[in-house]
């Protein structure tokens, strides 16, 4: 996705708003009259699925219960920055009644898997619980938007938090730069300036991507500061993704069969994309060409013959009833980047999207059972062409990508009240990530041109950053 540099006045006369509410970020695509191009600018403003509910509780085994209890010695307190010498350990977490429900909602070697998402929806620090006890007033921690409050989509002051009613909610947007000083956090965000200021001890500095570290600038310079991340990757202190699906019930991985119907029904065409990066850094337009050699593929958009504007609702319905597979791929091959582009243009249409992008194991993490078909399950285009050619001739085979549907939902993340809940977090010690570079775009992270298989994954770490930490302990 490309960056769109918005105009102050009457700029807009020739752009045309476009709001995608399907998402779980507001996604404004900006249509430019002549040449059809859209932009993709995405802000965690979480107000799409309103009616999300949280009635669940995840079940832990016995197993899982223990192994929180006796593997402390384990805890990964992100970012790590706690080993010296070949006989060191973990810096010691106290072991507080609240041990379990804190070691969750942070990222750590026992739970590294989970982005923790449903687990920070829920918590309410020990602190505000003892100061509503007793009716002691709640600080409220400011938040400063170190780039303003453009393209974030919330109102200065408390009144974002109150109005999607954060569980905990003392907490205030600001982004005048001379309260910098002052401020409990400071939120960096893309293009992003080494701040000059007198920084508090206290003070949480907090990254926040959304674009691939291809398309982000360097973070040396902020080696050492960084206290938290908030990322799509799951391993961030904050996971922001494009969308959370969550099961009703985690043993259940289809729905009734009753309740099926043909997906494949009236539908006469096979592989639709909608692109306009025709210079991505993974080749994916050489694939979907290689591709097209073996089976029908439309690209629509400025890199094919196809004409159609996505975002407008005829597109949709004609990917939703012509087409049966559509390309899911990403403008990189990197670890956990799963977009829009699969949320939203594949699951949230009767398709089966094809991806490319983050590793297998990735979207098998974020992704409904048995919902996708990654390229890297194929030695060859030919070979994947073939696969897609045996679903387009048999229903059965081709709905069997659809029982997921009817399982679970996709859910409002609610970011802004995740980060004032941990912000008023006072048990975890203070931590900075000492290579946020490394971190960010380590080794492996991202793989450029190259496949997957190419590549060792480093479990259960996306980075080598986690792995020259805890070498001690693997």
Same mark, same amino acid.
């Given at each position: 996705?490309?960056?769109?540099?918005?105009?102050? %006045?009457?700029?807009?006369?020739?752009?045309?708003?476009?709001?995608?509410?399907?998402?779980?970020?507001?996604?404004?695509?900006?249509?430019?009259?002549?040449?059809?191009?859209?932009?993709?600018?995405?802000?965690?403003?979480?107000?799409?699925?309103?009616? $999300?509910?949280?009635?669940?509780?995840?079940?832990?085994?016995?197993?899982?219960?223990?192994?929180?209890?006796?593997?402390?010695?384990?805890?990964?307190?992100?970012?790590? %920055?706690?080993?010296?010498?070949?006989?060191?350990?973990?810096?010691?977490?106290?072991?507080?009644?609240?041990?379990?429900?804190?070691?969750?909602?942070?990222?750590?070697?026992?739970?590294?898997?989970?982005?923790?998402?449903?687990?920070?929806?829920?918590?309410?620090?020990?602190?505000?619980?003892?100061?509503?006890?007793?009716?002691?007033?709640?600080?409220?921690?400011?938040?400063?938007?170190?780039?303003?409050?453009?393209?974030? %989509?919330?109102?200065? %002051?408390?009144?974002?938090?109150?109005?999607?009613?954060?569980?905990?909610?003392?907490?205030?947007?600001? $982004?005048?730069?001379?309260?910098?000083?002052?401020?409990?956090?400071?939120?960096?965000?893309?293009?992003?300036?080494?701040?000059?200021?007198?920084?508090?001890?206290?003070?949480?500095?907090?990254?926040?991507?959304?674009?691939?570290?291809?398309?982000?600038?360097?973070?040396?310079?902020?080696?050492?500061?960084?206290?938290?991340?908030?990322?799509?990757?799951?391993?961030?202190?904050?996971?922001?993704?494009?969308?959370?699906?969550?099961?009703?019930?985690?043993?259940?991985?289809?729905?009734?069969?009753?309740?099926?119907?043909?997906?494949?029904?009236?539908?006469?065409?096979?592989?639709?994309?909608?692109?306009?990066?025709?210079?991505?850094?993974?080749?994916?337009?050489?694939?979907?060409?290689?591709?097209?050699?073996?089976?029908?593929?439309?690209?629509?958009?400025?890199?094919?013959?196809?004409?159609?504007?996505?975002?407008?609702?005829?597109?949709?319905?004609?990917?939703?009833?012509? +087409?049966?597979?559509?390309?899911?791929?990403?403008?990189?091959?990197?670890?956990?980047?799963?977009?829009?582009?699969?949320? +939203?243009?594949?699951?949230?249409?009767?398709?089966?999207? @094809?991806?490319?992008?983050?590793?297998?194991?990735?979207?098998?993490?974020?992704?409904?059972?048995?919902?996708? @078909?990654?390229?890297?399950?194929?030695?060859?285009?030919?070979?994947?062409?073939?696969?897609?050619?045996?679903?387009?001739?048999?229903?059965?085979?081709?709905?069997? +990508?659809?029982?997921?549907?009817?399982?679970?939902?996709?859910?409002?993340?609610?970011?802004?009240?995740?980060?004032?809940?941990?912000?008023?977090?006072?048990?975890?010690?203070?931590?900075?990530?000492?290579?946020?570079?490394?971190?960010?775009?380590?080794?492996?992270?991202?793989?450029?041109?190259?496949?997957?298989?190419?590549?060792?994954?480093?479990?259960?770490?996306?980075?080598? +950053?986690?792995?020259?930490?805890?070498?001690?302990?693997?």
């Amino acid at each position: 996705m490309r960056q769109l540099t918005r105009r102050n %006045g009457t700029g807009f006369a020739t752009i045309c708003l476009i709001s995608m509410m399907a998402l779980n970020f507001y996604v404004n695509v900006w249509v430019h009259k002549d040449d059809s191009d859209f932009v993709l600018e995405l802000r965690p403003d979480h107000t799409s699925h309103k009616k $999300s509910r949280f009635l669940w509780k995840l079940a832990e085994t016995d197993d899982e219960k223990s192994a929180l209890n006796t593997t402390m010695k384990n805890t990964l307190e992100s970012p790590l %920055g706690v080993l010296s010498g070949p006989q060191a350990t973990y810096k010691k977490i106290p072991t507080s009644p609240t041990f379990e429900e804190v070691s969750n909602v942070w990222p750590s070697l026992v739970n590294y898997q989970d982005d923790r998402i449903l687990k920070q929806l829920e918590f309410i620090p020990e602190s505000v619980k003892n100061n509503k006890k007793y009716n002691r007033d709640i600080k409220t921690k400011t938040i400063l938007l170190f780039n303003g409050f453009r393209d974030w %989509g919330v109102k200065p %002051g408390r009144e974002t938090f109150l109005e999607q009613k954060c569980p905990v909610n003392n907490c205030e947007l600001v $982004s005048n730069i001379k309260r910098a000083p002052e401020v409990d956090a400071v939120l960096f965000r893309q293009n992003v300036r080494f701040p000059i200021y007198p920084r508090p001890r206290d003070q949480i500095w907090m990254m926040y991507f959304l674009e691939s570290p291809y398309y982000t600038p360097s973070l040396k310079q902020f080696n050492g500061h960084i206290n938290w991340t908030a990322t799509y990757r799951h391993d961030s202190d904050i996971v922001a993704p494009y969308e959370k699906f969550v099961k009703y019930n985690t043993s259940v991985l289809h729905a009734r069969p009753h309740t099926m119907k043909n997906y494949a029904a009236g539908k006469t065409k096979k592989v639709a994309w909608f692109v306009s990066n025709c210079k991505a850094s993974n080749s994916r337009l050489e694939y979907a060409k290689e591709l097209s050699k073996h089976i029908d593929v439309d690209i629509f958009g400025r890199c094919g013959d196809k004409k159609c504007t996505r975002g407008k609702e005829e597109c949709s319905r004609m990917i939703h009833k012509e +087409y049966k597979f559509y390309l899911a791929f990403e403008n990189s091959n990197c670890r956990d980047y799963v977009t829009e582009k699969f949320f +939203y243009n594949g699951l949230q249409h009767d398709v089966i999207p @094809i991806v490319m992008g983050a590793a297998p194991e990735d979207y098998r993490r974020v992704a409904p059972h048995y919902s996708f @078909i990654h390229v890297d399950e194929h030695i060859s285009a030919k070979e994947l062409a073939q696969y897609l050619l045996e679903l387009d001739a048999d229903d059965d085979l081709y709905n069997a +990508y659809f029982k997921w549907k009817g399982t679970g939902e996709f859910i409002n993340t609610f970011f802004w009240c995740r980060v004032c809940a941990m912000l008023h977090d006072t048990s975890r010690a203070p931590q900075s990530y000492h290579d946020i570079e490394e971190w960010w775009r380590g080794r492996d992270v991202c793989i450029g041109h190259d496949r997957w298989g190419q590549h060792i994954r480093r479990e259960p770490f996306i980075s080598d +950053y986690y792995r020259k930490q805890t070498k001690t302990l693997i």
